[in-house]
């Protein structure tokens, strides 16, 4: 089983930056696809942002040209640089990974294979 640990969320007002990191726990070369997920209060989990093995990425509209998706495998390491941050931005986020090849989803969602972490939590304030 792999485990992934997010960091990097926090506070910050609207218009602001933040880097998201999620590390794993072992050799991410491998893995199908990445990605990062978010949940705000009351709605359904999104995937906001996926990148594949080859590098290609693809995003969500609402976070298309603010925010990138990259990695780091000499790290073992999935970032998310957040700009231009608005307040319906605020969620957890969670990042996810496909070593397994199967249920991989499409647009910029890339399914975990294994069980979600616990997330980091973004809060934009207006």
């Known amino acids: 089983q792999v485990q992934l640990v997010e960091s990097g969320g926090g506070s910050v007002q609207a218009g602001g930056s933040l880097r998201l990191s999620c590390v794993a726990s072992r050799s991410i070369d491998s893995f199908y696809c990445m990605g990062w997920f978010r949940q705000a209060p009351g709605k359904e989990r999104e995937g906001i942002a996926r990148?594949?093995?080859?590098?290609?990425?693809t995003y969500a509209d609402s976070v298309k040209g603010r925010f990138t998706i990259s990695k780091d495998n000499a790290k073992n390491t999935l970032y998310l640089e957040m700009n231009d941050l608005k307040s319906e931005d605020t969620a957890m986020y969670y990042c996810?990974?496909?070593?397994?090849?199967?249920?991989?989803?499409?647009?910029?969602?890339?399914?975990?294979?294994?069980?979600w972490g616990q997330g980091t939590q973004v809060t934009v304030s207006s």
């Open positions: 990148i594949d093995r080859d590098g290609s990425t």
């Open positions: 996810a990974g496909n070593w397994v090849g199967l249920g991989l989803g499409s647009g910029a969602n890339c399914y975990p294979a294994s069980p």
